[in-house]
């Protein structure tokens, strides 16, 4: 990934003012960017979540040579959805009606699922994508079973037959990979210890202008251990400081503080609804949403998000998602989605409950990450295969039932 001052614009600064680097990272600093750009991109650029929100690091994958790890980036972004068809030939799915079949455009009515595309209805005009759906920083997802891989990894005696030059390119591919986990370890070790040296700094310097502005006399009361502690309290007793693991939890679990400014941080594309609000509708919807869906926040504020959905989206992904509302669990699946223009995507869809202190849910967050073809093909027939397998383990063999 490319590391930029202008995509990263608070990337970690080096200075001499704090501990050198160590070799390892001055290496990477010197192949991968330079001491004002080198960011986490730069070492974690391979990292990749699965759909159960695993991380993987795809040049880690070196058991299977990568086989069967499909990363769900594109290459050229897609403007509309494609699925394969028995012969496995790609054809493109079938548009929706657009923005007027939704009842988006009619206040006071509730949101509907996108209705077909037919002669009767006028279709909206081709809605481009303002700036690329993902980021190059966004959540990225990866469909090779980390599961599989681990089972792999504890089986040496079976090892296949290579030969002696793929033994040797194998073993460089190890050591390779070993010494990018341990610049990673120690990257993030060394940026927390700079980071530490910078607070220190930045301690000494407000210190310096209390002393320069107030004088010594009320610069002594001022930094004196005793106010300095009641300050802190005060601190506590307002929520801003945590005395206990208690009232750590309360504030990360507080959802503007935590999981929703991490999100808005990374630029995530989300909205967030209110279950207790009729129809749980969106009360906030970032810009990456409305850049990914091609509505516009006066359309889509107080409305339901089945506006998404239409009519060649899978049932039994909505059923999972309502089922994951219904039960308060977070939950991914990934499932055809529509734009306003009638225009399809494969979204890669997270949803996570939020909740208060008292452990009552107060929104919904919703994220959505476009994917490729390739992507949601493989992931959609794992969900398919998975569900076969429940319903079969569900399923009781009357042979076996006792008699009454």
């Known amino acids: 990934m490319s590391s930029t001052n202008n995509l990263y614009p608070q990337a970690p600064c080096f200075t001499s003012s704090v501990p050198p680097m160590s070799a390892a990272t001055s290496q990477a600093v010197a192949t ?94 081709p809605i481009p994508f303002s700036t690329t759906p993902q980021k190059e920083h966004h959540l990225g997802y990866i469909s090779t079973d980390v599961a599989s891989n681990k089972r792999r990894r504890q089986r040496p005696n079976h090892e296949r037959k290579m030969s002696e030059q793929q033994k040797v390119e194998r073993r460089e591919r190890n050591r390779e990979h070993a010494k990018r986990s341990r610049i990673r370890k120690k990257f993030l070790l060394e940026s927390l210890q700079q980071s530490v040296s910078l607070l220190k700094e930045e301690n000494e310097k407000l210190r310096h202008n209390i002393r320069h502005y107030l004088g010594d006399e009320k610069a002594e009361k001022l930094l004196s251990k005793k106010n300095l502690e009641e300050q802190s309290a005060a601190a506590a007793a307002a929520g801003l400081i945590a005395n206990s693991a208690n009232d750590a939890n309360k504030v990360l679990d507080d959802p503007d503080f935590s999981f929703i400014k991490a999100l808005q941080t990374a630029q995530q594309n989300f909205v967030v609804t209110d279950p207790s609000l009729p129809d749980n509708p969106i009360v906030y919807a970032t810009q990456g949403f409305l850049n990914l869906t091609g509505y516009t926040l006066d359309q889509v504020l107080g409305r339901n998000c089945r506006f998404l959905q239409g009519p060649e989206t899978d049932p039994k992904a909505v059923e999972k998602i309502r089922k994951s509302i219904e039960d308060g669990s977070d939950m991914s699946v990934c499932l055809l989605n529509y734009r306003a223009d009638g225009s399809t995507f494969w979204n890669q869809f997270f949803i996570a409950a939020l909740r208060d202190a008292a452990g009552n849910i107060t929104n919904y967050v919703g994220v959505q990450c476009k994917v490729s073809d390739q992507y949601a093909a493989t992931i959609i027939q794992r969900q398919e295969d998975n569900e076969t397998n429940e319903n079969s383990m569900g399923q009781v063999d009357p042979t076996n039932t006792p008699h009454q």
């Open 32 to 125: 991968r960017g330079t001491p004002a750009t080198l960011n986490l991109d730069d070492i974690f650029g391979d990292c990749f979540f699965t759909p159960k929100g695993d991380a993987v690091f795809l040049s880690d994958q070196v058991d299977n040579d990568n086989e069967g790890a499909i990363v769900s980036t594109e290459s050229e972004v897609a403007t509309n959805a494609s699925r394969m068809n028995p012969d496995g030939v790609s054809v493109p799915v079938q548009s929706g009606g657009g923005i007027q079949t939704t009842n988006l455009l009619s206040s006071g009515h509730n949101a509907t699922t996108m209705g077909q595309s037919s002669d009767q209805i006028e279709r909206p005009n």
